[in-house]
């Protein structure tokens, strides 16, 4: 939240502790992302690509398929890489 910029092929890691449906706003968000939801093995179940900045109080809520971590990347990330549900995500 409140973030005005993010740096080139860097993203930000969600790391829950369980493998649910996670609820994602955009609420005090400076920025439109793509939001990737990966599953415990890697796995790419779910992308919300552009999902715009909100500046109402009843924002749009995102619901994913269950996942374990969801990576918040700048707007167009998954369609200037390719990145599609199914992919694999490799953790170093």
């Not at 890697?42 to 500046?55: M, Q, S, T, Y």
């Not at 924002?59 to 990347?73: D, F, I």
């Not at 167009?76 to 170093?92: Q, Y």
Request: glycine content about 4%; charged content about 25%.
């Amino acid at each position: 939240m409140y973030r005005t910029s993010l740096e080139e092929n860097h993203g930000m890691l969600f790391v829950f502790e369980e493998e649910k449906q996670r609820i994602f706003w955009m609420k005090n968000t400076q920025i439109p992302l793509d939001i990737i939801f990966v599953e415990a093995d890697g796995i790419i179940v779910d992308i919300k690509e552009n999902f715009e900045p909100c500046v109402v109080d009843d924002c749009e809520k995102y619901n994913s398929q269950p996942a374990l971590y969801a990576l918040e990347v700048n707007a167009g990330f998954v369609a200037e890489h390719g990145i599609v549900v199914r992919d694999s995500l490799l953790f170093e």
